[in-house]
């Protein structure tokens, strides 16, 4: 099982280039909430207890840093609230931001679980050790993540992220 991470389907989705930061989305912000400058965060992580008052995320794709001020649940999304942003009209310009952490602080992962972005861009080879294509994108399903692997000629393979195939 991996763990669950948007994933953009990216001509060369591979690492940064050197000595830039990389970044994984953990949400999108929704809309503003009551009167205290709290807004509802749609999570798109399985960590989402690792956003806490006082940590630092990025806004955007300009990737923006700010401080989360307060963090707590709501239904099954989260509110939370920006250190400088006091009131609805100060978190407006936000509605609809992707909310990003960096790759750097992510929690390790027991032996042989990997983030999305770790696998996007590698080679898949068949048994006999054969090129089959590069892993561009990697669908949720529910049951199991589907592998979208394209070949040298263009054509797409899917393949089921089970270990009798894998």
Do not use: C, W
């Amino acid at each position: 099982m991996t763990p669950r991470r948007m994933i953009q389907n990216q001509a060369n989705p591979g690492s940064p280039a050197e000595g830039e930061p990389g970044f994984v989305v953990v949400g999108k912000l929704r809309r503003a909430h009551g009167v205290l400058g709290e807004m509802v965060l749609e999570v798109m992580t399985d960590f989402p207890e690792r956003l806490v008052p006082h940590k630092v995320v990025y806004l955007g794709e300009s990737h923006l840093p700010i401080k989360l001020r307060t963090v707590r649940n709501h239904d099954r999304y989260l509110l939370v609230s920006f250190e400088g942003r006091f009131a609805p009209d100060a978190v407006s310009d936000l509605r609809n931001a992707v909310i990003y952490v960096r790759i750097d602080n992510l929690p390790d992962l027991p032996d042989g679980q990997y983030y999305h972005h770790q696998l996007i861009g590698l080679t898949v080879l068949d048994e006999a050790g054969q090129k089959l294509g590069i892993l561009t994108e990697i669908l949720e399903t529910g049951s199991n993540d589907v592998y979208v692997v394209i070949a040298e000629d263009g054509k797409e393979m899917l393949l089921p992220a089970l270990e009798a195939v894998i």
